[in-house]
């Protein structure tokens, strides 16, 4: 089944022949998203090389349970130690990299704001100086949050050119890292350079793999799995849910457009849902209650919340539409199953996780295609 995945992703589509027998280094490769990143960029025929800390940012995790070691060049290294950075990119001389390396959860950012600055906008800093002396044509996203935006709960989305920074500490960071960003850019890598840079800004990203304390719906699973209730902190909050695959198909596409055309060399840009996909955490929890038999769920919003939650925050995505031919492929329901589908076959059987996660990327491809999206063909 693993290679008739691989043979049946690897002749998809020419855009991504693009990235067969390159080398992609991603930081945060065995988080969330980078896991995701790292399975897809594999079937794609990368040659993936990973950077991240020791430990693994959640037990259990994608990356461990689907053992993508087996495909990935790891190394263990703190990005903030900018050193052992420096000569890990210029060892490996990648033709891409993604940096998804972060400290990416509010509530921790309140427990621990000085490690949430230094790893967001400090290790962005030291990648940017390791990309400096790279020396080889190489295109490179490094993705913040849409978090990064100064949040006034507008009912419209946030542009590209919106004020950035926020109340919370991990809005602050992320804030930071786009200043560091667009400094470093305009002062050392020109257009003309051989190192292309840009900005992927999402947020709200769901799918199944994540385990990270205080999400919504690692925190359904986790309860549901042992028949418990799960408290929903704020079930009102209205948020533009994504699922994972839809950011990092912006990802790659960006990563395309950079490495053949330098127009889009210091550009920022928004990946979210379709305008009115908008959906709040409750109707998301009554979702995935359709695939999953015997939740419950409790309404915990009267109690004491210690810390600052946003009510609304949206993107507009018409620059990654009009520059990138980008857009979503997934409706709110289809996101939901897949991701109750991922986590109801882990539990059932967690040795065939990896078959699951090559399987929906594959359905999320040919999804796409279907559609007739550009960004796909």
């Given at each position: ?126 990648l940017l100086e390791a990309l400096r002396i790279l020396g080889k044509k190489c295109a ?82 986790r309860s549901w799995a042992k028949n418990e209730t799960v408290q929903l902190r704020n ?143």
């Open positions: 089944l693993l290679n008739c995945e691989e043979n049946k992703m690897s002749k998809l589509n020419s855009f991504m022949q693009l990235f067969r027998n390159k080398k992609a280094l991603l930081t945060g490769h065995t988080g969330f998203k980078g896991s995701w990143l790292s399975a897809w960029l594999h079937l794609l025929g990368a040659d993936v090389y990973g950077i991240s800390l020791d430990n693994p940012p959640s037990q259990p995790s994608h990356f461990g349970a689907a053992d993508f070691s087996k495909f990935v060049t790891e190394q263990r290294i703190d990005i903030r130690k900018s050193k052992e950075l420096s000569e890990c990119v210029n060892d490996i001389k990648p033709d891409f990299v993604f940096h998804l390396a972060a400290q990416a959860l509010v509530r921790k950012s309140y427990d621990n704001p000085v490690e949430t600055f230094q790893t967001n906008a400090l290790g962005t800093l030291n490179v996203v490094l993705i913040t949050s849409d978090k990064c935006y100064n949040n006034l709960e507008w009912v419209w989305g946030y542009r590209e050119t919106d004020a950035l920074g926020g109340p919370d500490p991990y809005s602050a960071s992320k804030g930071a890292a786009e200043l560091v960003i667009r400094s470093h850019v305009k002062s050392f890598f020109p257009i003309n350079g051989t190192v292309h840079i840009a900005v992927g800004r999402a947020g709200n990203v769901i799918g199944g793999g994540d385990w990270a304390q205080d999400r919504i719906v690692p925190d359904c699973v079930p009102q909050a209205i948020r533009p849910w994504q699922h994972v695959l839809e950011p990092l198909s912006g990802y790659l596409t960006l990563a395309k457009g950079l490495y053949e055309k330098r127009e889009l060399h210091g550009e920022p840009f928004n990946f979210g849902p379709l305008a009115y996909q908008n959906h709040s955490v409750q109707e998301l929890v009554q979702a995935m209650s359709e695939h999953w038999e015997q939740v419950k769920w409790d309404d915990a919003s009267d109690k004491e919340v210690l810390h600052y939650e946003s009510d609304l925050l949206k993107l507009n995505c018409d620059k990654a539409l009009h520059h990138l031919h980008w857009q979503a492929v997934l409706p709110f329901q289809e996101t939901v199953r897949m991701t109750a589908e991922w986590y109801r076959s882990y539990y059932n059987n967690s040795s065939m996780i990896r078959d699951v996660t090559f399987s929906q990327i594959n359905e999320y491809e040919a999804l796409a295609q279907n559609k007739g999206l550009r960004w796909a063909l």
